[in-house]
């Protein structure tokens, strides 16, 4: 157990349900990622949080995504309109970056099946 | 963002010493190297990080030559246990962390 814990573990949904994942971080730490991972693939960078700014949303994968971190504590992960491509692991990590040395706390992941 | 090469997989058996290598040509000057180990249905977890030489810690060494084009991540005495996916990512402080396909260990008995 790292620390940051994720819900729900598992999400399964009909194409064209919305679904919204919740991402607790360590508390101390400022900034928040959300990762995709698909099977035999590393994780993609989705979005991350220093925070409550969310810097960088360029790299999520479409306007059906969107990320919060209000008041820089939890954060949320909404995908809109799910279709069977959504299907994936959704990791959030967390770390108190202060230089180079990033150190990234990973959660135990959401497991969506979008039917 | 500079990209990184690593082998596909890699074959071991229990208490042999395991060497990765992972190529990165064009590593920027700001940019540190961290290694992330992945078991099935987990998150990735962090291994080490370092900048130039060799760092050590409890699990790993990392070699790192004075180019720094490329790295090496070095498990001592593996076990069954350390099967797993190992990735190396290069990056500073203001880029986001791009994980490549990464190497599947196999360890053997």
Known sequence: ?115 | LAKTTQPISMDSYEGQEVNITCSHNNIATNDYITWYQQFPSQGPRFIIQGYKTKVTNEVASLFIPADRKSSTLSLPRVSLSDTAVYYCLVGDINNDMRFGAGTRLTVKP
């Open chain 1, 1 to 115: 157990d790292t620390g940051v814990s994720q819900d729900p573990r598992h999400k399964i949904t009909k194409r064209g349900q919305n679904v919204t994942f919740r991402c607790d971080p360590i508390s101390e730490h400022n900034r928040l990622y959300w990762y995709r991972q698909t099977l035999g693939q590393g994780p993609e960078f989705l979005t991350y949080f220093q925070n409550e700014a969310q810097l960088e949303k360029s790299r999520l994968l479409s306007d059906r995504f969107s990320a919060e971190r209000p008041k820089g504590s939890f954060s949320t992960l909404e995908i809109q309109r799910t279709e069977q491509g959504d299907s994936a692991m959704y990791l959030c990590a967390s770390s108190l970056r202060t230089s180079g040395m990033d150190e990234q706390f990973f959660g135990p992941g959401t497991r969506l099946t979008v039917l």
